[in-house]
Every structure is written in C-alpha cells, then in structure tokens.
C-alpha cells in the first residue's frame, strides 16, 4: 500500500514496521475464521483497508490528516520501554518509553499538552484506559501483559503467546522473550508459512476488533 490509498480507504491501519506489515492481513483473515468480526454485515476483511507502515516515530503525525480525511483509524505500535538513561529494557524494568507516538497521545488522552514528553513515564502510557485509547477517529492499541508478562514489540508478544513454537516453558521471564533474530521479515514469514494455527497477541486482536466494529458502510 502507498499513502495515496488514504484517498481511497474505508479504513487505515498504520503499523510499526515490517513484521506487522506482513502479519496484520494473515491476522485479520483469522480474526474472521474466528468469527470475531460477526457484530458487523461488512466485515473488516471484506472492507478496503489501507495498511501503511510508519514507526513509532511517526504515526502521530497522519492523526491530523486521518481526521481531516474522517476514517475510522488503528495504529498498531510498540511499547518500547527503556530506563531512566534511555537505554532499552524489559517492560518489567522500563520506566519511560522511547515511542513518539505513545508519548503524544498521553499528553493528547490525559490534557497533558504543555508537559514535557521527557516526563511521561511508562506507567502513564500503561494506564491507559480503553476510552483514553481512542481520540476521534482514531485508536491506538500496544503491547499489554499476557500470562504474566508484556513483550516491548510485536516480536516478543508473538514469542509470549506462542511459547510452545519457540520451546519456552510457562516458567519464564521476560527476558525469555527478547527478539535475537536478525530478520524481523523471515519472523513474520515463519509463521504465515510454517505455523499458520498460531495465536495472536490480545492488544493485535483488540484493536482489530475495534477497527472492524467502526462503521463506514450501511
């Protein structure tokens, strides 16, 4: 997809990266089998949806022209938590977050705009309430604790709820979980292709959910 499918979209999904890019379809389509989707006579997975990956740095940046073009809007994006220093660290151990986005739509959701992004800490963007998580037309969903633990991307929420896949035990700690491999391409690929019955992450199915229940069509 380009951005000038915007123009033409019913729905926009803005993702992180390429992982996503490659797996929000598949995980639409099993969303679908799932009957998940049932609330609605057009589905999101017969709509024309335009799928843009952005970052993290930069989703927040289509939210004024998303409202301007008023369709319904799912940004799809990352923890990302780090320390004090800003170096990256588990969620467990994370006290800020290094996403742009999540840093703007805090200060957005609670009315904290002359705040200092530098300030908005972790558990700001944590509390989020699901009312807080939507602003206009659009609705941001991230990574959330799933069988005691939160990954910081996609990556590592895939490796938590499909444990089985990658032989880690229910005894694990998030450090079990950090993404090593060198290709976030073949991660994604891997599991359309060679573990098609796998289980999504619940902040992916939420905000899937959500995007498919917005009503664009009669």
Same mark, same amino acid.
């Given at each position: 997809?380009?951005?000038?499918? =915007?123009? +033409? ?24 089998? @799932?009957?998940? +989707?049932? @609330?609605?006579?057009?589905? =999101?997975?017969?709509?024309? !949806? ?7 740095? &930069?989703?927040?940046? +289509?939210?004024?022209?998303?409202? #301007? ?11 990302? @938590? ?9 969620? @467990?151990?994370?006290? %800020?977050?290094? /996403? ?18 530098? $300030? ?21 969903? +991230? ?18 709820? /499909?444990?089985? !896949? ?13 993404? $090593?491999?060198?290709? %976030?391409?073949?991660?994604? =690929?891997? #599991? ?5 019955? &796998?289980?999504?992450?619940? !902040?992916?199915?939420?905000? =899937? ?5 917005? /009503?664009?069509?009669?």
């Amino acid at each position: 997809m380009s951005r000038c499918d =915007l123009f +033409f979209a019913d729905k926009v999904i803005l993702v992180e990266g390429a992982s996503e890019r490659l797996l929000i379809p598949d995980m639409i389509e099993k969303c679908d089998a @799932s009957k998940l +989707f049932e @609330s609605r006579k057009y589905k =999101l997975s017969a709509q024309y !949806y335009s799928l843009i990956e952005v970052g993290g740095a &930069y989703a927040h940046i +289509f939210i004024p022209f998303i409202n #301007f073009l008023d369709i319904p809007c799912l940004i799809i994006t990352d923890i990302d @938590s780090t320390d004090d220093s800003r170096k990256k660290v588990i969620v @467990s151990k994370g006290t %800020k977050t290094s /996403n742009a986005t999540l840093k703007w739509w805090v200060k957005e959701a609670k009315g904290l705009r002359e705040k200092d992004s530098s $300030t908005i800490s972790l558990a700001d963007v944590v509390s989020l309430t699901e009312e807080q998580k939507t602003i206009g037309k659009c609705h941001i969903e +991230f990574q959330t604790e799933e069988k005691g633990l939160c990954g910081r991307s996609l990556e590592e929420a895939m490796k938590n709820v /499909n444990r089985d !896949y990658f032989g880690l035990s229910d005894s694990i700690t998030e450090d079990d979980l950090v993404f $090593t491999d060198s290709s %976030k391409t073949d991660f994604a =690929l891997d #599991f359309i292709y060679k573990k098609p019955d &796998y289980a999504l992450p619940r !902040y992916i199915e939420t905000g =899937l959910v959500w995007l498919n229940d917005q /009503n664009v069509l009669s």
